[in-house]
């Protein structure tokens, strides 16, 4: 893609495919037969064997049609091999397939025409739904013989709901409307075609002929009498349960009649059918009556009155399932006719339903939900605030996420439009730089790589093109996929926020579009969810124990109640000194059980023996996750926690009928048994840990020890601290600190500092540990690019691996605030030479690591540049100039006079001017934790 020039990622209808085309043609006069092809790969052999070696499998197909037979190219699958073969059989009958757009007046005609042929004798004998619905409608008893329900139509024939389209648009939405067009379509077939009394059924004028008929007969005669089907009965009051059902359907009636009884409806006629509801490949399907004050008839000139007084009472549950109000009990059936069970003769296609596919299809609805069934994980996986790199990721991603929820909600297919930008390094050389360049480019004097980065601006419409959503992220990406993908998240994360925190305020609701760079269509997003979310307020209006994710924000609940809770784990087994950080991608073993308080009950609801996760993008429920971080490897955690929303237990759960029991007592709570089984460090950590002996991260700590105890600090800040490990390791050590400070703008890494710290800090107290010294500390919440008074004149303030992480302009702003507002007395900066990535690359692929073209570039995903050690020295010496500071480098791993020089390159900033200057008072940052030796402590987790 050309810098600067957009590129639209949307997934438009696509025209029929060329194995549809011959299907649509000939039916089941046409066959695939695949044949493997063998290939020797000689040239592929190595010299020394005479062994010949098999390549990969090669696939041909023959199509055979009525008239000629056509032989495929050579494939590698079997199903290209068929494509082929569909292809060249289209092209050699003239056939090009393209959008079919007829006008109005046009598509009446078509649809009259489609009406006729769908009662002929031609189509009753072929291969489709319909035909099988009109197959069954022949061995229906007494008046109703032959008489075909106008909404199997509706819903089987795309043809007919295509051209439905064609003549009024609005029908998109409403099963009605287009069954009000099939009527007065088939009133212009009267000569052929009779109308039931209540204008919801048709029949053929004529009898099929006996030939056709008979065969038929004969092929229903010969299967068993009935089947029993599990389905699901959906009451309409809310105070009855969601019940199973089992329904015995004969193969000498018509399973819609049955259906019908259950409802209490005379006949198949006056029952509709939903669109699927779940899966795109899913045949599960509401059933529920048609509204009473419906009428289709003469005096109504075909007029859908659906304005009128239903006597039923809405249900919720199934309106919520299927996106329009349905009035009166539902069923929920996996039951039918479909594409998939015609085609391989097994006809009538049947699948049991239980209480869990009810729950579980509640879920799908929502962005978390489809994220957690993607994970067959309903309990311990959440939906990830960030997305890191794709080889963390696990489960479907974002934009796949996105795409099914606007499917789900009947929406447009989001659009995607992406942009390239070309853009120099922000720093360039420096005067004697001797050829060395900037990031990207090589390091011999050859000119200057421009970056190339992307952004991505997302869209989400209605049918009616209606924009509803649009998210614009500020920032950039490496990858055009992790600019989507980024993007498709932020949208998901707002759509979470806006279904499931339905007490969250308009202002809120704004502000966090905000924060997520959305701007929000706030007419249109009614427009678009406005039943869907009346169906959440009728739920939370059940009462308030029903303890439902579409009641309740239990995840919001859940995030305020880790330091509490967390305390409660209980870890068995010896520590492996394995421990998990940020970044790191952990696999645990884990098993999720209900208990009864006060009675010797558990159930067992959810597991799993290996499920990976990355560590601080809230992948799982934020309890468990803080149970892995207290855990090293080899160990086990038992943690218990309150409920969380009963249709995630019962969708989880295998046998709902004991956990519906339990869940009645209204006294349990969820057990949880988690083992870590191993700890994936991130690339640029893994890297060094295999490279250097000790690890730079303990060599850079020693290194800030040094000039602590040469410079008699007492008073030190992290600036960046993250979970603390800085502050934690120097209070391992002897020093002269009596007060320590770390900021960080990850309130996850903060609490996790907090809790070491605390305990580090209050268990010397009663001992002779090295942090006995120390009578302070503090944890702020801010960004180091701003100023805050508290923290002026401090001995010394580290910045350890932290830059590299914010923009090359933000970086700039940082160096400027902490010299010129903060003014330590030393300041310690370290950051990764880039120049040392190349050596670090090749030990690597020498340990086995998968080669990955961007992961070295730089030496971790969210690094956001990496420089040379020209490019390092010219941002230094230029900021301690400004500054009145002196400078001088060093580093660690590696040696200053050997090249490429260190890996990890270190600056550090000495004030010249030992004047204590007069600054205002800001105090920007927030205090999330305090301890003194007094006694004293405070913390906001």
Same mark, same amino acid.
């Given at each position: ?8 990622? +949307? ?6 495919? /060329? ?76 056939? %090009? ?35 099988? %619905? ?109 019940? /199973? ?206 970056? +190339? ?68 269509? /706030? ?21 308030? %124990? ?81 149970? +892995? ?77 040094? %000039? ?234």
């Amino acid at each position: 893609m050309e810098p600067g020039k957009p590129s639209v990622i +949307v997934s438009k209808k696509p025209l029929p495919s /060329p194995k549809s085309i011959i299907n649509q043609k000939f039916g089941d006069k046409a066959t695939y037969k695949v044949e493997e092809v063998e290939d020797c790969i000689q040239n592929a052999r190595p010299p020394a064997l005479g062994i010949p070696q098999k390549g990969p499998c090669l696939y041909r197909c023959t199509l055979e049609l009525p008239e000629f037979s056509i032989v495929s190219d050579i494939c590698k699958s079997k199903k290209d091999a068929e494509r082929s073969a569909a292809e060249k059989a289209i092209q050699k009958l003239g056939i %090009h397939p393209k959008e079919d757009n007829p006008t109005p007046q046009e598509a009446w005609d078509q649809l009259v025409n489609r009406l006729s042929f769908l009662f002929s004798n031609e189509f009753l004998s072929s291969v489709h739904p319909v035909s099988c %619905h009109l197959r069954d409608a022949l061995q229906r008893d007494g008046d109703f013989r032959g008489f075909l329900p106008v909404s199997t139509i509706a819903v089987f024939d795309s043809k007919v709901c295509s051209l439905c389209k064609c003549i009024k648009p609005e029908v998109e939405s409403n099963l009605l409307l287009v069954m009000e067009l099939i009527i007065r379509a088939a009133e212009k077939l009267s000569g052929s075609l009779i109308l039931s009394e209540d204008h919801l059924s048709l029949k053929k004028l004529n009898s099929y002929p006996p030939e056709i008929e008979q065969p038929l007969s004969i092929s229903e005669a010969s299967m068993v009498e009935s089947i029993p089907v599990e389905v699901i009965r959906l009451p309409s009051s809310v105070k009855n349960a969601v019940e /199973p059902l089992t329904l015995n359907v004969s193969f000498s009636g018509y399973y819609l009649d049955v259906i019908a009884c259950e409802l209490g409806l005379r006949d198949a006629s006056k029952v509709l059918i939903s669109r699927p509801i779940g899966k795109a490949s899913s045949e599960t399907r509401l059933y529920y009556r048609i509204p009473i004050a419906t009428t289709l008839n003469q005096s109504s000139k075909y007029h859908i009155n659906q304005t009128g007084h239903h006597e039923a009472e809405l249900n919720v549950r199934a309106s919520y399932l299927c996106g329009q109000e349905i009035y009166g009990d539902a069923i929920l059936a996996s039951l039918g006719y479909s594409w998939r069970s015609i085609s391989t003769q097994l006809h009538l296609f049947h699948e049991a339903l239980s209480i869990r596919t009810y729950y579980r299809l509640l879920a799908y609805k929502m962005p978390r939900g489809i994220y957690k069934l993607s994970r067959d994980a309903l309990l311990a996986a959440e939906l990830p605030t960030i997305f890191t790199t794709r080889s963390n990721w696990k489960g479907s991603f974002p934009k796949e996420i996105l795409i099914v929820f606007c499917r789900q909600h009947r929406l447009s297919e989001p659009i995607f439009l992406c942009k390239s930008f070309e853009s120099q390094p922000a720093l360039q050389e420096s005067p004697g730089s001797g050829g060395q360049k900037t990031n990207g480019s090589d390091l011999d004097g050859s000119s200057t790589k421009p970056i +190339v980065s992307y952004k991505c601006v997302l869209k989400i419409t209605s049918k009616c093109q209606d924009l509803i959503i649009q998210c614009s992220p500020k920032e950039s990406f490496k990858k055009e996929a992790d600019a989507v993908e980024t993007t498709a998240l932020k949208v998901l994360s707002w759509l979470d926020l806006f279904f499931v925190k339905l007490d969250v305020s308009a202002e809120d609701v704004t502000s966090a579009s905000k924060d997520l760079d959305i701007l929000i269509y /706030p007419q249109n997003i009614l427009k678009e969810f406005g039943l869907c979310l009346s169906m959440h307020y009728q739920f939370q209006g059940i009462g308030a %124990h029903s303890h439902s994710f579409l009641a309740c924000g239990y995840m919001h609940q859940q995030r305020n109640k880790l330091d509490d809770d967390i305390s409660f784990a209980k870890i068995d087994g010896q520590d492996s000194g394995i421990t998990p950080c940020a970044g790191c991608m952990v696999c645990v073993s884990y098993s999720i059980s209900l208990v009864a308080e006060g009675e010797c009950m558990k159930e067992h609801i959810e597991s799993s023996e290996e499920f990976e996760f990355e560590i601080g993008c809230g992948a799982v429920f934020p309890l468990l996750e803080a149970a +892995v971080m207290q855990m090293s490897v080899g160990q086990s955690s038992w943690i218990n926690m309150e409920l969380p929303p009963d249709e995630f237990i019962l969708g989880a759960a295998g046998d709902s009928a004991t956990i519906v029991t339990l869940l009645s007592t209204g006294m349990c709570f969820v057990e949880c048994i988690i083992t870590l089984l191993q700890v994936t460090v991130p690339p640029e950590d893994r890297m060094e840990l295999a490279f250097f002996k000790p690890p730079l991260s303990k060599q850079r700590v020693e290194y800030a020890l040094q %000039h602590i105890r040469q410079s008699c600090a007492a008073s030190l800040v992290d600036l960046g601290c993250g979970s603390g490990s800085l502050l934690d390791s120097l209070l391992e050590y002897p020093t002269s600190l009596e007060k320590i400070v770390g900021v960080d703008l990850s309130h996850k890494g903060l609490a996790r500092a907090a809790k070491i710290l605390h305990q580090k800090l209050s268990a010397s107290m009663d001992t002779e540990l090295s942090s006995k010294k120390v009578k302070s500390a503090v944890l702020f919440y801010g960004s180091i690019t701003d100023f805050d008074s508290r923290l002026y004149g401090f001995d010394i303030a580290t910045c350890l691996e932290v830059i590299e992480h914010m923009e090359e302009d933000q970086a700039c702003i940082f160096g400027d605030v902490v010299l010129h507002s903060f003014r330590p007395s030393i300041l310690i900066v370290s950051t990764p030479n880039y120049e040392y990535n190349t050596i670090l690359k090749r030990s690597a692929l020498q340990n086995g690591e998968e080669e990955d073209q961007g992961m070295f570039k730089f030496r971790n995903h969210d690094h956001k540049f990496e420089w040379t050690r020209e490019q390092f020295r010219h941002w230094a010496t230029d900021l301690a100039l400004r500054h009145n500071y002196g400078v001088e480098f060093s580093g660690v791993g590696g040696e200053a006079d050997k090249e490429p020089g260190f890996a990890s390159q270190i600056a550090v900033f000495r004030n010249r001017n030992d004047a204590i200057l007069t600054t205002d008072a800001a105090e920007k940052y927030e205090v999330v934790w305090e301890w003194n030796r007094d006694g004293n402590s405070s913390s906001a987790f």
